[in-house]
C-alpha cells in the first residue's frame, strides 16, 4: 500500500502536475490523520470496556464483603440487646431484700451482663480499592462519599467496642475481687458451684456494682445506636453498588 502511494507521488511529480501533487498529498495527510482518529477511537472503547468488566467484578466484590458484613452485624446488634436487657436485669434487682434475691437464679442474670458483642466487620475489598487506586473506576461521587463515610464510621465504631470490652471486662474484674466468678460462670464451664460457703447477694447492696452495671447499659445503648447507624450507611452502599 505504502508502495502503491508512493508511485503516485512520483509520476505526478514526473508529469509535473505540481498542483495535483499538492492536494494528493494533502488528502494523503487527511487519510493518516483520520485513520490515527480512528484507531485511537477502537483503543478508547476497548478501554472502557477493560474498566467496565473491572468495575463489575470490584461492585460483585464489594457487594458480597458489605452483605457479609451486615449480616454479621445485625447478629451482634440483637446479641448486644440481650446482654443490654441482662444489664437492666440486674439494675433493677439492686437494693432488693436477700429474701427475694434467693429465689432469684442471680448468678446466670449477672452472667448475661458480663457479655461484650462487638461487630468486626471485614474490609479486605474496600482497602485493596484504596491502596491500588481503583477506587477512582467509579464515577458515581455518591457512592465513593459513602465509602468514606464508611471508613469513618468504622473507626467511631471501633473506639465503642473498645468501651464496650473495657466496660464488661471492668465488672468480670471487680466480681473476681468482691464476689464468686465461677458462681457466675459454672455452666458456662460445665462445672458446678463453689463449694465454698459464699453466695453473691452482697452484689446486690453494693453501690460500686451498681455503677460499674449502669455504665454498662449506658454504654451497650450507645453502641446499639451505633450499630444501626451503620447498618443504615451498609444499606445506602448497597443500594448505590446494586445500580
Not at 502503491?4 to 498542483?19: D, M, V
Not at 464483603?65 to 448486644?80: C, P, R, V
Not at 477506587?135 to 465509602?147: V, W
Not at 464496650?164 to 474484674?173: A, L, T
Amino acid at each position: 500500500m505504502i508502495k502503491f502511494f508512493r508511485k503516485i507521488r512520483q509520476n505526478l511529480l514526473t508529469e509535473g502536475k505540481t498542483g495535483k501533487y499538492i492536494k494528493y498529498a494533502i488528502g494523503e495527510i487527511a487519510l493518516v490523520v483520520i485513520g490515527i482518529l480512528i484507531a485511537l477511537q477502537v483503543n478508547n472503547a476497548n478501554e472502557v470496556r477493560k474498566s467496565n468488566r473491572e468495575l463489575d467484578k470490584i461492585n460483585q466484590n464489594l457487594l458480597q464483603e458489605f452483605e457479609s458484613n451486615q449480616k454479621a452485624l445485625n447478629t451482634a446488634i440483637n446479641q448486644l440487646k440481650w446482654t443490654k436487657q441482662g444489664s437492666l436485669k440486674v439494675l433493677s434487682m439492686i437494693g432488693k431484700s436477700e429474701s427475694e434475691l434467693m429465689i432469684t437464679n442471680i448468678d446466670s442474670i449477672i452472667e448475661i451482663s458480663l457479655f461484650w458483642p462487638t461487630w468486626k466487620p471485614t474490609n479486605f475489598v474496600l482497602n485493596e480499592l484504596k491502596s491500588t487506586g481503583k477506587l477512582s473506576l467509579y464515577k458515581n461521587s455518591k457512592i465513593k462519599d459513602l465509602l468514606f463515610e464508611y471508613e469513618r464510621q468504622s473507626e467511631y465504631v471501633n473506639d465503642w467496642n473498645r468501651r464496650m470490652e473495657k466496660s464488661s471486662q471492668d465488672i468480670i474484674d471487680y466480681i473476681k475481687n468482691n464476689a464468686s466468678l465461677r458462681n457466675v460462670n459454672h455452666n458456662r464451664i460445665s462445672i458446678k458451684k463453689s463449694d465454698l460457703d459464699f453466695n453473691n447477694v452482697k452484689l446486690f447492696s453494693d453501690i460500686r456494682f451498681e455503677n460499674q452495671i449502669d455504665e454498662k447499659v449506658l454504654f451497650s445503648q450507645f453502641l446499639e445506636n451505633i450499630y444501626e447507624e451503620t447498618d443504615n450507611l451498609i444499606n445506602q452502599i448497597l443500594e448505590e453498588t446494586k445500580k
